[in-house]
């Protein structure tokens, strides 16, 4: 059975400081007479759910609509790191880490149900030198339970050492009550051309399901 690990879009959601807020705006209304519903969308790519690109932080990088469906397709590992306040290359050297992995880090970020919170400072990612130790391991993709892969203070290098690697990097995902272990992963970003992220649906499943 297939399960979603992606947030909704709604108003009020928390978001990156700084970050265009999410407005809903109902355009057309059939409660007014109109023809049909229609609605517009005003927000931030990188909320909720969401894809980097290399675009992001790499002058002339690679947008959104060029990374493949292998990469963003296949078995992705899900590893709980419990109990720690950063992920650093100490927690990752003994995990047996290989090229072509996709990998999902479950940390204490999944304790709360963080989508609505405000925004938290003291959120749970990783480090410069376990971004580094992921590229010498040449994984395909890597995740995480909050909204960014990199604490604040780190941002720029993590987010750098990871895309200028061609590892794409998904964030925002809902892993409260996924366990760990290997999964059928399929994660589709919208094709938005020239953009540096996009809002994401990503789905799991336990392997061994028809």
Same mark, same amino acid.
């Given at each position: ?153 780190? @941002? ?19 892993? @409260? ?34």
């Amino acid at each position: 059975m297939w399960k979603d690990i992606s947030t909704g879009i709604r108003e009020g959601m928390v978001q990156w400081p700084g970050d265009r807020r999410v407005r809903i705006t109902k355009e057309l209304s059939l409660e007014q007479g109109e023809g049909a519903n229609v609605s517009s969308i005003e927000t931030c790519v990188h909320i909720g759910t969401h894809v980097d690109a290399p675009l992001h932080f790499i002058t002339n990088g690679n947008d959104i609509t060029k990374y493949s469906l292998e990469k963003l397709t296949g078995t992705a590992r899900v590893i709980f790191l419990p109990g720690i306040a950063e992920i650093s290359i100490a927690h990752l050297i003994e995990l047996e880490i290989g090229e072509g992995d996709k990998i999902i880090f479950k940390t204490d970020n999944s304790k709360v149900n963080w989508v609505m919170e405000p925004f938290n400072e003291r959120f749970v990612a990783l480090t410069s030198d376990a971004a580094q130790y992921l590229a010498d391991c040449k994984i395909d993709l890597v995740g995480i339970d909050y909204l960014s892969i990199a604490m604040p203070n780190d @941002n720029t290098a993590v987010h750098r050492k990871l895309l200028e690697n061609n590892i794409c990097i998904v964030e925002g995902l809902l892993l @409260n009550d996924v366990e760990e272990g290997l999964y059928d992963f399929i994660c589709l970003p919208i094709n938005i051309e020239k953009c540096d992220g996009s809002f994401a649906r990503v789905i799991i499943r336990e392997q061994g399901w028809g």
